[in-house]
Protein backbone atom coordinates (compact mmCIF):
# COMPACT_ATOMS: atom_id res chain seq x y z
CA UNK A 1 0.00 0.00 0.00
CA UNK A 2 3.10 2.55 0.28
CA UNK A 3 2.29 2.87 -3.41
CA UNK A 4 2.09 5.96 -5.12
CA UNK A 5 0.24 5.92 -8.29
CA UNK A 6 0.99 8.30 -10.62
CA UNK A 7 -1.57 8.08 -14.04
CA UNK A 8 0.28 9.82 -16.66
CA UNK A 9 3.78 10.04 -17.97
CA UNK A 10 4.00 13.32 -19.32
CA UNK A 11 6.57 16.24 -18.23
CA UNK A 12 4.34 16.26 -14.86
CA UNK A 13 4.23 12.59 -14.43
CA UNK A 14 7.33 11.75 -14.71
CA UNK A 15 9.00 14.71 -12.77
CA UNK A 16 6.18 13.08 -9.61
CA UNK A 17 7.83 10.29 -10.00
CA UNK A 18 11.56 11.65 -9.64
CA UNK A 19 9.89 14.02 -6.89
CA UNK A 20 8.13 10.82 -4.58
CA UNK A 21 11.15 8.58 -4.91
CA UNK A 22 13.40 11.40 -3.55
CA UNK A 23 10.79 11.81 -0.59
CA UNK A 24 11.57 7.73 -0.27
CA UNK A 25 8.24 6.18 -1.50
CA UNK A 26 7.42 3.93 -4.51
CA UNK A 27 6.56 5.57 -7.41
CA UNK A 28 4.37 3.79 -10.29
CA UNK A 29 3.44 5.88 -13.45
CA UNK A 30 0.80 4.71 -15.42
CA UNK A 31 0.67 5.98 -19.37
CA UNK A 32 -1.90 5.02 -21.67
CA UNK A 33 0.50 5.44 -24.54
CA UNK A 34 2.50 2.18 -25.17
CA UNK A 35 5.57 3.54 -27.02
CA UNK A 36 5.94 7.25 -26.85
CA UNK A 37 7.34 8.36 -30.50
CA UNK A 38 9.41 11.77 -30.45
CA UNK A 39 7.24 14.55 -31.09
CA UNK A 40 6.12 17.48 -29.83
CA UNK A 41 8.66 21.05 -30.32
CA UNK A 42 10.20 23.45 -28.17
CA UNK A 43 9.45 24.11 -24.69
CA UNK A 44 10.37 27.53 -22.31
CA UNK A 45 11.29 26.11 -19.12
CA UNK A 46 11.62 29.70 -17.22
CA UNK A 47 14.16 29.82 -13.86
CA UNK A 48 11.40 28.72 -11.23
CA UNK A 49 11.14 25.29 -13.72
CA UNK A 50 14.68 25.04 -13.15
CA UNK A 51 15.04 25.40 -9.84
CA UNK A 52 12.56 22.82 -9.40
CA UNK A 53 14.28 20.47 -12.30
CA UNK A 54 17.58 20.67 -10.23
CA UNK A 55 15.08 19.84 -6.99
CA UNK A 56 15.03 17.02 -9.15
CA UNK A 57 18.57 16.52 -9.29
CA UNK A 58 18.38 16.87 -13.46
CA UNK A 59 18.73 20.47 -13.68
CA UNK A 60 22.16 20.46 -14.72
CA UNK A 61 21.73 17.52 -17.50
CA UNK A 62 18.70 19.53 -19.04
CA UNK A 63 21.15 23.17 -19.27
CA UNK A 64 23.43 21.38 -20.87
CA UNK A 65 20.76 20.34 -23.54
CA UNK A 66 19.60 23.69 -23.81
CA UNK A 67 20.31 27.44 -25.69
CA UNK A 68 20.28 30.18 -22.52
CA UNK A 69 22.29 33.44 -23.98
CA UNK A 70 19.63 34.60 -26.36
CA UNK A 71 17.71 37.82 -26.46
CA UNK A 72 14.82 39.21 -27.68
CA UNK A 73 11.45 40.62 -26.77
CA UNK A 74 8.20 41.40 -28.64
CA UNK A 75 7.85 43.01 -31.89
CA UNK A 76 5.29 43.91 -34.63
CA UNK A 77 4.73 42.46 -37.58
CA UNK A 78 7.11 44.67 -39.13
CA UNK A 79 10.43 43.62 -36.52
CA UNK A 80 9.78 47.03 -34.54
CA UNK A 81 10.08 46.54 -31.13
CA UNK A 82 7.42 46.49 -28.74
CA UNK A 83 8.48 45.51 -25.42
CA UNK A 84 12.03 44.64 -25.14
CA UNK A 85 13.56 41.64 -22.67
CA UNK A 86 16.69 43.09 -20.67
CA UNK A 87 18.19 39.41 -20.73
CA UNK A 88 21.04 40.19 -18.61
CA UNK A 89 18.92 42.16 -15.64
CA UNK A 90 16.13 38.66 -15.70
CA UNK A 91 19.17 36.38 -15.79
CA UNK A 92 20.71 38.70 -12.87
CA UNK A 93 18.00 38.94 -10.89
CA UNK A 94 16.06 35.35 -11.24
CA UNK A 95 18.29 32.85 -13.31
CA UNK A 96 18.33 31.56 -16.61
CA UNK A 97 15.69 31.16 -18.72
CA UNK A 98 15.84 28.24 -21.05
CA UNK A 99 14.94 26.41 -24.30
CA UNK A 100 14.78 23.03 -24.74
CA UNK A 101 13.11 20.05 -27.03
CA UNK A 102 10.42 18.76 -25.07
CA UNK A 103 11.27 15.36 -26.49
CA UNK A 104 14.82 15.51 -25.03
CA UNK A 105 13.28 16.87 -21.24
CA UNK A 106 10.80 13.66 -21.72
CA UNK A 107 13.89 11.71 -22.15
CA UNK A 108 15.86 13.29 -19.59
CA UNK A 109 13.04 12.85 -16.86
CA UNK A 110 12.46 9.12 -18.41
CA UNK A 111 16.10 8.25 -17.70
CA UNK A 112 16.44 9.65 -14.45
CA UNK A 113 13.44 6.84 -13.06
CA UNK A 114 14.73 3.46 -12.18
CA UNK A 115 13.43 0.29 -14.74
CA UNK A 116 10.09 -0.97 -14.14
CA UNK A 117 8.30 2.68 -12.69
CA UNK A 118 6.87 3.91 -16.19
CA UNK A 119 4.33 1.13 -17.33
CA UNK A 120 3.17 2.07 -20.87
CA UNK A 121 0.35 0.83 -22.59
CA UNK A 122 -1.94 1.43 -19.48
CA UNK A 123 -5.27 2.97 -19.78
CA UNK A 124 -6.79 4.20 -16.27
CA UNK A 125 -10.39 4.63 -16.25
CA UNK A 126 -11.86 5.61 -12.83
CA UNK A 127 -10.40 6.60 -9.74
CA UNK A 128 -11.66 7.38 -5.94
CA UNK A 129 -10.81 8.89 -3.12
CA UNK A 130 -10.17 5.54 -1.38
CA UNK A 131 -6.97 5.22 -3.67
CA UNK A 132 -8.54 2.82 -5.77
CA UNK A 133 -7.70 2.59 -9.55
CA UNK A 134 -9.49 0.71 -12.56
CA UNK A 135 -7.26 0.63 -15.09
CA UNK A 136 -7.35 -1.38 -18.16
CA UNK A 137 -4.70 -3.65 -16.91
CA UNK A 138 -6.96 -4.26 -13.59
CA UNK A 139 -7.65 -2.89 -10.20
CA UNK A 140 -4.89 -1.40 -8.09
CA UNK A 141 -4.96 0.27 -4.67
CA UNK A 142 -2.35 3.24 -3.50
CA UNK A 143 -1.45 5.20 -0.96
CA UNK A 144 -1.85 7.80 -3.04
CA UNK A 145 -2.90 8.12 -6.32
CA UNK A 146 -1.46 11.58 -8.75
CA UNK A 147 -3.71 12.80 -11.29
CA UNK A 148 -1.23 13.71 -13.76
CA UNK A 149 -3.45 12.76 -16.80
CA UNK A 150 -3.33 16.20 -18.88
CA UNK A 151 -6.46 18.72 -19.43
CA UNK A 152 -8.99 15.90 -20.18
CA UNK A 153 -8.17 14.08 -16.93
CA UNK A 154 -10.25 11.02 -15.88
CA UNK A 155 -8.78 11.38 -12.17
CA UNK A 156 -10.21 14.63 -12.00
CA UNK A 157 -13.63 13.75 -11.87
CA UNK A 158 -13.02 12.19 -8.47
CA UNK A 159 -12.06 15.55 -7.04
CA UNK A 160 -14.11 17.77 -9.09
CA UNK A 161 -16.94 16.12 -11.52
CA UNK A 162 -17.05 16.78 -14.99
CA UNK A 163 -15.00 19.90 -15.68
CA UNK A 164 -15.44 21.44 -19.26
CA UNK A 165 -12.06 23.15 -20.38
CA UNK A 166 -12.40 26.59 -21.95
CA UNK A 167 -11.68 27.23 -25.60
CA UNK A 168 -9.79 30.24 -25.44
CA UNK A 169 -10.69 31.07 -28.97
CA UNK A 170 -7.20 31.06 -31.09
CA UNK A 171 -4.86 27.98 -31.99
CA UNK A 172 -1.21 27.23 -32.11
CA UNK A 173 1.02 25.58 -34.52
CA UNK A 174 4.86 24.71 -33.40
CA UNK A 175 7.93 22.71 -35.12
CA UNK A 176 11.38 22.65 -34.98
CA UNK A 177 13.39 24.15 -38.30
CA UNK A 178 16.92 23.83 -38.98
CA UNK A 179 17.28 26.76 -41.18
CA UNK A 180 20.37 27.30 -43.26
CA UNK A 181 21.24 30.62 -41.40
CA UNK A 182 21.96 30.68 -38.13
CA UNK A 183 19.15 32.79 -35.40
CA UNK A 184 20.64 33.75 -31.99
CA UNK A 185 17.64 35.86 -31.30
CA UNK A 186 14.41 34.39 -29.76
CA UNK A 187 10.87 36.89 -30.09
CA UNK A 188 7.55 36.74 -30.45
CA UNK A 189 6.02 39.27 -32.91
CA UNK A 190 2.45 40.29 -32.42
CA UNK A 191 0.23 41.50 -35.28
CA UNK A 192 -3.65 41.33 -35.88
CA UNK A 193 -4.87 38.17 -34.00
CA UNK A 194 -2.19 36.77 -35.07
CA UNK A 195 1.97 36.08 -33.61
CA UNK A 196 4.74 34.52 -34.11
CA UNK A 197 7.64 33.67 -32.07
CA UNK A 198 10.85 31.65 -32.50
CA UNK A 199 13.45 30.34 -30.17
CA UNK A 200 16.74 29.23 -30.91
CA UNK A 201 17.31 25.42 -29.58
CA UNK A 202 20.82 23.55 -29.09
CA UNK A 203 22.22 21.96 -32.70
CA UNK A 204 21.41 25.21 -34.56
CA UNK A 205 17.70 23.97 -35.06
CA UNK A 206 14.58 26.96 -33.99
CA UNK A 207 11.59 26.04 -32.41
CA UNK A 208 8.79 28.09 -33.90
CA UNK A 209 5.69 28.80 -32.99
CA UNK A 210 2.71 30.79 -34.33
CA UNK A 211 -1.47 31.36 -33.55
CA UNK A 212 -3.81 32.53 -35.49
CA UNK A 213 -7.79 33.41 -33.72
CA UNK A 214 -10.25 30.55 -35.08
CA UNK A 215 -13.03 28.60 -33.69
CA UNK A 216 -12.76 25.59 -32.00
CA UNK A 217 -12.02 22.52 -34.45
CA UNK A 218 -11.45 24.99 -38.11
CA UNK A 219 -10.08 22.84 -40.69
CA UNK A 220 -6.14 22.96 -40.35
CA UNK A 221 -4.11 24.67 -44.03
CA UNK A 222 -1.19 23.46 -42.09
CA UNK A 223 2.56 24.78 -43.46
CA UNK A 224 0.96 26.43 -46.36
CA UNK A 225 -1.91 28.42 -44.23
CA UNK A 226 0.71 29.89 -41.99
CA UNK A 227 2.87 30.52 -45.23
CA UNK A 228 -0.19 32.40 -46.23
CA UNK A 229 -0.13 34.44 -42.83
CA UNK A 230 2.69 35.55 -42.30
CA UNK A 231 4.24 36.16 -45.29
CA UNK A 232 5.53 39.51 -45.68
CA UNK A 233 6.69 39.47 -41.90
CA UNK A 234 9.74 40.42 -40.54
CA UNK A 235 12.97 38.47 -41.16
CA UNK A 236 13.59 35.65 -39.96
CA UNK A 237 10.09 34.61 -40.24
CA UNK A 238 9.96 33.40 -43.94
CA UNK A 239 13.45 31.69 -43.68
CA UNK A 240 11.61 29.80 -41.33
CA UNK A 241 9.15 28.99 -42.47
CA UNK A 242 10.35 28.01 -45.58
CA UNK A 243 12.94 25.75 -44.00
CA UNK A 244 10.20 23.84 -42.33
CA UNK A 245 8.57 20.77 -42.88
CA UNK A 246 5.15 20.19 -43.52
CA UNK A 247 5.31 17.08 -41.84
CA UNK A 248 6.35 18.07 -38.57
CA UNK A 249 4.10 20.86 -37.88
CA UNK A 250 1.40 20.14 -35.20
CA UNK A 251 -1.27 21.95 -34.40
CA UNK A 252 -4.06 22.29 -31.25
CA UNK A 253 -6.34 24.31 -30.49
CA UNK A 254 -5.95 26.12 -26.99
CA UNK A 255 -7.58 25.17 -24.29
CA UNK A 256 -7.36 26.22 -20.38
CA UNK A 257 -9.53 25.25 -17.05
CA UNK A 258 -11.85 27.33 -15.29
CA UNK A 259 -10.33 27.51 -11.55
CA UNK A 260 -11.08 24.37 -9.32
CA UNK A 261 -12.52 24.16 -5.98
CA UNK A 262 -10.03 22.05 -4.79
CA UNK A 263 -6.45 19.96 -6.04
CA UNK A 264 -7.14 16.62 -3.73
CA UNK A 265 -9.50 14.77 -2.43
CA UNK A 266 -9.15 11.88 0.11
CA UNK A 267 -6.20 9.76 -1.19
CA UNK A 268 -5.80 11.62 -4.71
CA UNK A 269 -3.86 14.52 -5.92
CA UNK A 270 -4.16 16.54 -9.27
CA UNK A 271 -0.78 17.39 -10.05
CA UNK A 272 0.05 19.79 -13.92
CA UNK A 273 -2.69 20.06 -16.53
CA UNK A 274 -4.97 18.21 -15.16
CA UNK A 275 -5.47 20.65 -12.19
CA UNK A 276 -4.64 23.93 -13.77
CA UNK A 277 -4.16 23.84 -17.58
CA UNK A 278 -3.43 27.17 -18.82
CA UNK A 279 -2.98 29.22 -22.54
CA UNK A 280 1.15 28.55 -22.98
CA UNK A 281 1.15 32.53 -23.35
CA UNK A 282 3.79 32.81 -20.37
CA UNK A 283 5.02 29.36 -21.56
CA UNK A 284 4.04 28.69 -17.41
CA UNK A 285 2.59 25.15 -17.96
CA UNK A 286 5.11 22.94 -17.90
CA UNK A 287 6.97 25.00 -15.55
CA UNK A 288 3.92 25.05 -13.00
CA UNK A 289 3.58 20.97 -13.50
CA UNK A 290 7.21 21.23 -11.88
CA UNK A 291 6.59 22.91 -8.99
CA UNK A 292 4.08 20.85 -8.00
CA UNK A 293 5.42 17.93 -8.43
CA UNK A 294 8.58 19.15 -5.67
CA UNK A 295 5.83 20.65 -3.62
CA UNK A 296 4.03 17.34 -3.65
CA UNK A 297 7.18 15.58 -2.74
CA UNK A 298 8.04 17.53 -0.10
CA UNK A 299 4.63 17.14 1.13
CA UNK A 300 5.52 13.47 1.07
CA UNK A 301 8.34 13.57 2.66
CA UNK A 302 7.08 15.80 5.59
CA UNK A 303 3.69 14.87 7.62
CA UNK A 304 1.93 14.00 3.86
CA UNK A 305 -1.04 16.36 4.71
CA UNK A 306 -2.51 16.94 1.19
CA UNK A 307 -3.97 20.09 2.40
CA UNK A 308 -0.74 21.18 2.41
CA UNK A 309 -0.49 20.59 -1.24
CA UNK A 310 -3.63 22.50 -1.99
CA UNK A 311 -3.10 25.53 -0.08
CA UNK A 312 0.71 25.48 -1.53
CA UNK A 313 -0.54 25.18 -5.43
CA UNK A 314 -4.33 25.82 -6.06
CA UNK A 315 -4.04 30.02 -5.34
CA UNK A 316 -0.66 30.46 -7.12
CA UNK A 317 -1.66 28.36 -10.19
CA UNK A 318 -4.81 29.59 -10.85
CA UNK A 319 -3.54 33.09 -10.37
CA UNK A 320 -1.49 32.27 -13.56
CA UNK A 321 -3.91 30.91 -15.20
CA UNK A 322 -5.76 33.75 -14.94
CA UNK A 323 -3.02 35.92 -15.70
CA UNK A 324 -1.92 33.30 -18.93
CA UNK A 325 -5.30 33.69 -20.52
CA UNK A 326 -5.04 37.38 -20.35
CA UNK A 327 -1.93 37.80 -21.86
CA UNK A 328 -3.42 35.72 -24.42
CA UNK A 329 -5.83 37.97 -24.86
CA UNK A 330 -4.45 41.18 -25.89
CA UNK A 331 -1.53 39.02 -27.92
CA UNK A 332 -5.03 38.12 -30.08
CA UNK A 333 -6.49 41.32 -30.24
CA UNK A 334 -7.76 41.77 -33.95
CA UNK A 335 -9.25 45.50 -34.35
CA UNK A 336 -7.11 48.05 -35.23
CA UNK A 337 -7.60 49.99 -32.96
CA UNK A 338 -7.23 48.47 -29.96
CA UNK A 339 -4.00 46.78 -31.65
CA UNK A 340 -2.68 50.25 -31.60
CA UNK A 341 -3.49 51.06 -28.09
CA UNK A 342 -1.86 47.98 -26.50
CA UNK A 343 1.12 48.77 -28.96
CA UNK A 344 1.45 52.01 -27.87
CA UNK A 345 1.27 50.91 -24.35
CA UNK A 346 3.80 47.81 -24.45
CA UNK A 347 6.10 50.46 -26.47
CA UNK A 348 5.54 52.68 -22.85
CA UNK A 349 6.39 50.08 -20.57
CA UNK A 350 9.70 50.24 -19.04
CA UNK A 351 11.86 47.06 -19.17
CA UNK A 352 12.24 47.37 -15.17
CA UNK A 353 8.55 47.42 -14.68
CA UNK A 354 8.34 44.36 -16.90
CA UNK A 355 10.71 42.37 -14.75
CA UNK A 356 9.12 43.45 -11.59
CA UNK A 357 5.93 41.91 -12.85
CA UNK A 358 6.99 38.77 -13.55
CA UNK A 359 8.46 38.70 -9.73
CA UNK A 360 5.95 36.86 -8.33
CA UNK A 361 6.19 33.73 -11.05
CA UNK A 362 9.94 33.32 -11.37
CA UNK A 363 11.00 33.61 -7.34
CA UNK A 364 9.49 30.61 -6.28
CA UNK A 365 11.87 28.34 -4.94
CA UNK A 366 11.89 24.79 -3.56
CA UNK A 367 12.24 25.97 -0.02
CA UNK A 368 8.80 27.61 0.08
CA UNK A 369 7.16 24.23 -0.73
CA UNK A 370 8.30 22.61 2.54
CA UNK A 371 7.46 25.25 4.93
CA UNK A 372 3.45 25.88 4.20
CA UNK A 373 1.67 27.16 7.11
CA UNK A 374 -2.23 25.59 6.67
C1 LIG B 1 1.10 25.39 -27.96
C2 LIG B 1 1.61 25.11 -26.57
C3 LIG B 1 2.84 25.62 -26.17
C4 LIG B 1 3.30 25.43 -24.86
N1 LIG B 1 4.50 25.96 -24.48
C5 LIG B 1 4.92 25.83 -23.21
C6 LIG B 1 6.18 26.39 -22.81
O1 LIG B 1 6.92 26.97 -23.60
N2 LIG B 1 6.56 26.23 -21.49
C7 LIG B 1 5.78 25.56 -20.59
O2 LIG B 1 6.18 25.45 -19.41
N3 LIG B 1 4.61 25.01 -20.95
C8 LIG B 1 4.16 25.12 -22.23
N4 LIG B 1 2.98 24.55 -22.62
C9 LIG B 1 2.18 23.82 -21.62
C10 LIG B 1 2.70 22.42 -21.39
O3 LIG B 1 2.78 21.73 -22.63
C11 LIG B 1 1.78 21.66 -20.45
O4 LIG B 1 1.43 22.46 -19.36
C12 LIG B 1 2.47 20.40 -19.93
O5 LIG B 1 2.85 19.56 -20.98
C13 LIG B 1 1.53 19.66 -18.99
O6 LIG B 1 2.12 18.46 -18.59
P1 LIG B 1 1.25 17.36 -17.87
O7 LIG B 1 2.21 16.24 -17.58
O8 LIG B 1 0.47 17.94 -16.77
O9 LIG B 1 0.16 16.90 -18.95
P2 LIG B 1 0.32 16.22 -20.39
O10 LIG B 1 1.57 16.67 -21.06
O11 LIG B 1 -0.97 16.41 -21.08
O12 LIG B 1 0.53 14.68 -20.06
C14 LIG B 1 -0.54 13.85 -19.67
C15 LIG B 1 -0.13 12.40 -19.91
O13 LIG B 1 -1.14 11.56 -19.38
C16 LIG B 1 -1.45 10.54 -20.31
N5 LIG B 1 -2.84 10.16 -20.03
C17 LIG B 1 -3.95 10.90 -20.23
N6 LIG B 1 -5.04 10.24 -19.84
C18 LIG B 1 -4.62 9.04 -19.35
C19 LIG B 1 -5.29 7.93 -18.79
N7 LIG B 1 -6.63 7.91 -18.64
N8 LIG B 1 -4.57 6.85 -18.39
C20 LIG B 1 -3.20 6.86 -18.52
N9 LIG B 1 -2.51 7.90 -19.06
C21 LIG B 1 -3.21 8.98 -19.46
C22 LIG B 1 -1.25 11.19 -21.67
O14 LIG B 1 -1.03 10.24 -22.68
C23 LIG B 1 -0.02 12.07 -21.41
O15 LIG B 1 1.18 11.37 -21.63
C24 LIG B 1 2.51 24.70 -23.93
C25 LIG B 1 1.29 24.15 -24.33
C26 LIG B 1 0.83 24.35 -25.64
C27 LIG B 1 -0.49 23.76 -26.05
Redesign the pocket.
Known sequence: MDEVLI???????LATALAVLRAGKRPVV????SE?AVVGS?????PN?IRALDALGVGAEVRARAVTDASGGIRDSAGRLLLGVDAAALQERFGEPIVVH?AELMAILRGALPDGVLRTG????AADESGRVV?TAGERDAELVVG???????VRRAVAGEVEPRYAGYT?W?TVVAPPEPVTEFGESWGRGQRFGFAPLAGGRVYC?ATANAPAGAPDGGLAELGERFAGWHAPIPMLLAAADPAAVLR?D?YDLPALPRFTAGRIAL????AH??T?DL???????LEDAVTLGAILAGDGDLRRYDAARRPRTQRIVARARRMGRAGQLSARPLVALRNAAMRRTPASAQLGAMASMLDWTPEESATIAL
Open positions: VGGGIGGLERVQGLSLWARIRVTTADGIRSVARFHIIGDAAMPGQGACQA
